[in-house]
């Protein structure tokens, strides 16, 4: 129902900065909650920011330490993440999903089952 494609990620130096996009496409109507991930080798998928299409809530990890920013532009079909002072702990590939399925981005929003929609992922590379 919904296809979604991430861009924007690439190599940079600790403290640089970058702006990932997801962009999604789809005979979508209706709203629906929205997330970005990243996980790294061998490591569980973790949950970074979740917001929705219609606006009026967002959800944060507190591990982010107010570094990350999420935003969309829901004219551009686009939900953006703003990565700032990255340092190599932020290596990962990041992904975008969505919950179509409805079931909410509550207590629960940071969990990977919650989301039935995944983008193929953009890399991260953080190092000096």
């Known amino acids: 129902q919904v296809h979604l494609v991430e861009s924007g990620g690439g190599s940079v130096q600790p403290g640089g900065s970058l702006r990932l996009s997801c962009t999604r496409s789809?005979?979508?109507?209706?709203?629906?909650?929205m997330a970005w991930f990243r996980q790294s080798p061998g490591k569980e998928r973790e949950g970074l920011a979740s917001?929705?299409?219609?606006?009026?809530?967002?959800y944060y990890s507190d591990s982010l330490e107010g570094r990350f920013t999420v935003s969309q532009d829901n004219a551009k079909r686009t939900l953006y993440l703003q990565l700032n002072s990255l340092t190599p702990e932020d290596t990962a590939m990041y992904f975008c999903?969505?919950?179509?399925?409805?079931?909410?981005?509550?207590?629960?929003?940071?969990?990977?089952?919650?989301?039935?929609?995944w983008g193929q992922g953009t890399q991260v590379t953080v190092s000096s």
């Open positions: 999903a969505a919950d179509l399925r409805g079931l909410g981005a509550g207590g629960s929003w940071s969990k990977a089952g919650q989301y039935n929609y």
């Open positions: 789809g005979d979508i109507r209706r709203d629906y909650y």
């Open positions: 917001t929705y299409t219609g606006g009026g809530v967002t």
